[in-house]
């Protein structure tokens, strides 16, 4: 379960078992009138995840986004869904441009949940241009062992 996109192929991954095997699908791409021109800010939306004994945590790097420009939300009962939109500046008739690096356009970030994470509890905060969700865990109950004496 490499993290690494491959250089074969499109790059998709589907192993069901890698949280970040729904990353970017683009069921247009090919198509002349693909979104791909506005996706281009999601490669720029990266995420770490860490774990705690007591959560989940996502740390997403938004900067210059106000946090009425991003989603968090939960489909299905265990896909984590980043998603919003980093606008693009306004052209004046008399500016000239000499180099463009920042991204603009829409971004998501898909990612399957583990089997205990806490949905009832899920928070999101943004400051300083990362957004942290944090979603708790549950507590794995062990299973009962019940010893069985042998006769004879």
Known sequence: MSLIPSFFGNGRRSNVFDPFSLD?????????????????????????????????????????????????????????????ERSKEKDEKNDKWHRVERSSGKFIRRLRLPENAKLEGVKAAMENGVLTVTVPKEEVKKPEVKSIDISG
């Open 24 to 84: 970017i699908w683009d069921p247009f791409q090919g198509f002349p009138f693909s979104s791909a021109g506005e996706t281009t800010a999601v490669a720029n939306a990266r995420i770490d995840w860490k774990e705690t004994p007591e959560a989940h945590l996502f740390k997403v790097d938004v900067p210059g986004l106000k946090k009425e420009e991003v989603k968090v939300e939960v489909e299905d009962g265990s896909i984590l869904q980043i998603s919003g």
